[in-house]
């Protein structure tokens, strides 16, 4: 297309598996569409870029979480589960089951690994910047992120996102 | 079945969003203008997706189809 690409700002600033899917999603299908792409990850999203990923989801705070089995027959796994909170939030492992869990279905379902997602996103041109104050502040360095990462502060970040025609701060 | 004769074919069956539409951009730059990609896909939501990307990226959806669960897109390289 010889028109101007159409410009991407996101912010990234969720470190849980829920919250790592949209950014890298968004991120990935825009670039796809020809469109320049910018991810400012910042606070616990600063972990998405962490050469493995280890974001959890923790249903004991998320009470609107579906709870479901990945194996089973469909109606089996159509059940809601409905786990009182005192369980959720009380037992040892319970957010690593829950995990291991929504994995699981995310895979059944042909939904890409949050690191699959990353890596397409860099192959696809889309840019990652991370947020240099807050890896001061939870004491991250370069060398705990993948490669081909930029690093600056808001200003970096609202210079490119001013004329960008979609800015989102998930 | 359709009388347009692909240049290459992309199966995508299985793959849920955004995978058919990474996977079909990166099919598509490595093809020539003119030439037609068949994709292949299980994912209900990909039409809607095929039919926004073709628009916003410039290629022609010449056709699109459904056969049960199996969706078919022949795309135009502009």
Redesign the interface.
């Known amino acids: 297309?010889s028109e101007t690409p159409k410009k991407v700002a996101l912010i990234a600033s969720q470190g849980t598996l829920d919250w790592a899917y949209p950014p890298f999603?968004l991120a990935?299908?825009a670039?796809?569409?020809?469109?320049e792409v910018v991810v400012f990850f910042t606070f616990y999203g600063l972990t998405l870029l962490n050469k493995k990923v280890e974001a959890k989801i923790a249903p004991a705070t998320n009470p609107a979480m579906p709870m479901k089995m990945p194996f089973g027959t469909d109606q089996f796994q159509n059940i809601n589960w409905s786990i009182p909170r005192f369980i959720s939030g009380n037992t040892p492992g319970f957010n690593t089951m829950a995990t291991s869990m929504m994995k699981k279905t995310f895979k059944n379902?042909?939904?890409?690994t949050v690191e699959e997602?990353r890596e397409?996103c860099q192959?696809?041109g889309v840019k990652f910047i991370a947020c240099q104050m807050t890896m001061d502040v939870f004491g991250f360095t370069k060398d705990d992120f993948i490669d081909g990462v930029d690093f600056g502060g808001a200003a970096m970040f609202l210079e490119y996102a001013s004329d960008a025609d979609i800015q989102l701060f998930i | 079945m359709s009388t347009i004769t692909e240049t290459e074919v992309l199966d995508c069956k299985?793959?849920?969003?955004?995978?058919p539409?990474?996977k079909?951009?990166?099919q598509i730059d490595k093809m020539q203008s003119g030439e037609i990609l068949k994709m292949i896909s299980?994912?209900p939501g990909s039409t809607n997706?095929v039919i926004?990307?073709a628009k916003?990226?410039?290629n022609t959806l010449m056709e699109n189809s459904q056969d049960g669960n199996i969706y078919t897109f022949y795309i135009q390289k502009?």
Do not use: R
């Not at chain 1, 379902?109 to 890409?112: D, E, L, T």
């Not at chain 2, 299985?14 to 995978?19: A, E, T, Y």
């Open positions: 297309m999603i990935s299908a670039a796809a569409m020809d469109m379902k042909g939904v890409a997602l397409l192959e696809v | 299985g793959m849920n969003c955004p995978l539409i990474l079909t951009k990166k299980t994912d997706d926004a990307w916003k990226t410039g502009s």
